[in-house]
C-alpha cells in the first residue's frame, strides 16, 4: 500500500512539474525553417518594412502569388510538384511568411496570408528582438481564440488614451468580457504581443490578425502605454540548420533551381505592368482611330 501510495504521489509531482503545455506557445521543430527555402536569411531581412520601396516590392510579391495561381501546387500543407514554377511559387510564399514575422510592424495582407496558410506547408522564422524588451509570456494558451480576441479588443478599447496599472476596476470591455487575469494594460498589450509572436500561424484567427493589424495602424504609435512589446525567449540565440530532416526537402529544391531572387519577382511584375499599360493604350488608341 505504502509502496502503490508513492508512486501516486511521484506521479502528481510529474504531471504538475511538467504542466499541461497544450495549446501553449513553443518552438515548433516540426516545420521547415523559412531560410532554408527562400535562402534569404534573418540578418539578410530588410526590416524597414515602412519603407516606399519595402511596400513596393511587397505588393509585387503578393501580386506574383496571385498571377500565377500558385495555391495551385499547395494542398493538405504540401506542395503537390517539385517543379520550377512550383517551387518558386512556395519560397514568395515563405518570404511573405518571413516578412510578417520578422517586421515591426506586420503589413503582408493578412487575407491572402491566411488563405495560403489553410494549404501550403509553414515554416519557421525568427521574429524582430525589441531592445530592452521582457519575454513573452511562455505559458500562453494559443488555442485559446476567443480569449485572444477579448484580450485584443480590451487593449483597442480601455489601453490606448489611458496606462491604468491596475485594471481591476474595468471589468468588462465594450463586449462585456471579464478581464479578471491581467494587473495592467501593459501586461495585457505584451499578452497580445504574445499571442502574435510566439504562437502558430495557424492557432491565430483571421479575425485576431485582422484586429493586430489595427493595432499596428495607429494604436501601437499612439499609444500611452511603454512597455508593450515581448520577445520569443527561446528565439535569441536560435539558428535554422538546413541540413536537418525537417529542411532537406526545401533545401534540395533550392540547390536545384537556387535562392528566391526578389529582384526577378519585382522585376517581373513591373514588366507585367507596363505590358498592360500598353495594351491598354493601344486598344483605347484602336478605338479612336
Known amino acids: 500500500m505504502l509502496y502503490l501510495l508513492s508512486l ?6 510529474l504531471t504538475n512539474g511538467s504542466g499541461d503545455h497544450a495549446g501553449h506557445s513553443h518552438s515548433d521543430e516540426t516545420i521547415a525553417d523559412c531560410e532554408c527555402t527562400t535562402g534569404i536569411t534573418t540578418s539578410e531581412l530588410d526590416t524597414n ?27 493538405d500543407f504540401a506542395l503537390t510538384e517539385e517543379t520550377e514554377a512550383a517551387f518558386t511559387c512556395y519560397q514568395v510564399f515563405s518570404l ?15 487575407e491572402m496570408f491566411h488563405e495560403y496558410l ?3 506547408p509553414d515554416c519557421y522564422q525568427n521574429h524582430y528582438q525589441y531592445p530592452d524588451a521582457s519575454d513573452c509570456d511562455a505559458d ?26 491596475d485594471i481591476d476596476d474595468i471589468t468588462t470591455n465594450a463586449d462585456g468580457d471579464e478581464h479578471e487575469d491581467h494587473e495592467s494594460c501593459e501586461e495585457l498589450w505584451q499578452h497580445v504581443e504574445g ?14 490578425d485582422e484586429k493586430y493589424d489595427e493595432l499596428f495602424d495607429s494604436a501601437f504609435t499612439d499609444t500611452v502605454c511603454q512597455d508593450i512589446h515581448c520577445n520569443v525567449p527561446w528565439e535569441y540565440n536560435n539558428t535554422a540548420t538546413c541540413t536537418s530532416s525537417e529542411n532537406t526537402k526545401y533545401n534540395t529544391l533550392r540547390g536545384t533551381y537556387g ?12 514588366q507585367k505592368s507596363i505590358i498592360t499599360l500598353l495594351t491598354t493604350i493601344i486598344i483605347i488608341a484602336t478605338v479612336f482611330v
Request: net charge negative; aromatic share 8%.
Open 8 to 13: 501516486l504521489l511521484i506521479t502528481i509531482i
Open 49 to 75: 518594412c515602412d519603407d516606399a520601396d519595402f511596400q513596393s516590392n511587397l505588393v509585387a510579391l503578393e501580386s506574383y502569388l496571385t498571377d500565377n495561381s500558385c495555391e495551385q501546387y499547395c494542398e
Open 96 to 110: 511573405l511568411v518571413q516578412y510578417h514575422d520578422y517586421c515591426p510592424s506586420g503589413t503582408v495582407d493578412e
Open 118 to 120: 489553410e494549404v501550403c
Open 140 to 165: 500562453l494558451n494559443c488555442t485559446d481564440s476567443e480569449h485572444q480576441i477579448e484580450d485584443i479588443n480590451f487593449v483597442l478599447d480601455y489601453c490606448i488614451d489611458a496606462c491604468p496599472d
Open 195 to 208: 499571442y502574435h509572436r510566439m504562437c502558430s500561424h495557424t492557432d491565430l484567427t483571421e479575425a485576431f
Open 259 to 270: 535562392d528566391l531572387v526578389i529582384a526577378d519577382i519585382v522585376d517581373g511584375a513591373n
